[in-house]
């Protein structure tokens, strides 16, 4: 729970890559892709839209500020339904956007890390208001990234 919102948030890929579409990482950083799926919480109620900025991957060799304050960018969440039809047309935005209720949806973060950095014991990990704790659980296996990405996967406004 962030705030007044609830929501869910499951790792469903992470992988890196030094060239998506539109993101480019810094001189000796690659970017971190973590796929998400997300929903409101409780389930049958809408609920805000999860922001990027209360998202990071932290791992063992994290630095300070920025290394792994939060996920650099997000994209729109997609209703489970378009991604499966191939369709962009329902997307929620990253920032003002609600989730309706029944819905789950997919989700990209990503975040700039340096290359060759050792994921093994990385955490995926969402911020919560009023000082609590942050809510991490592990990132799982993080792979090179393949393929082809489109731009309006990764689109955030």
């Keep these: 729970m962030f705030g007044e919102t609830g929501f869910t948030a499951q790792v469903v890929s992470a992988a890196t890559s030094a060239s998506l579409p539109g993101i480019a990482p810094p001189l000796g ?32 060799a994290c630095g300070p500020v920025p290394d792994c304050w939060h996920t650099e960018g997000g994209a729109r969440a997609l209703p489970e339904s378009d991604v499966l039809d191939g369709t962009h047309m329902n997307s929620v ?17 990503w975040q ?13 990990c969402l911020q919560q ?18 393929g082809q990405m489109d731009r309006a996967d990764l689109e955030s406004s």
């Design 29 to 60: 950083r690659t970017t971190l892709l973590v796929r998400l799926k997300v929903a409101s919480d409780p389930i049958d109620r809408t609920s805000k839209a999860p922001n990027h900025i209360i998202m990071a991957v932290k791992y063992p």
């Design 93 to 109: 935005p990253d920032w003002f956007g609600t989730l309706d209720a029944n819905t789950s949806y997919f989700k990209y973060v």
């Design 112 to 124: 700039f890390v340096p290359e060759g950095t050792d994921f093994s014991a990385a955490q995926f």
């Design 129 to 146: 208001s009023d000082g609590k704790p942050d809510v991490c659980a592990p990132l799982g296996q993080v792979e090179p990234f393949h």
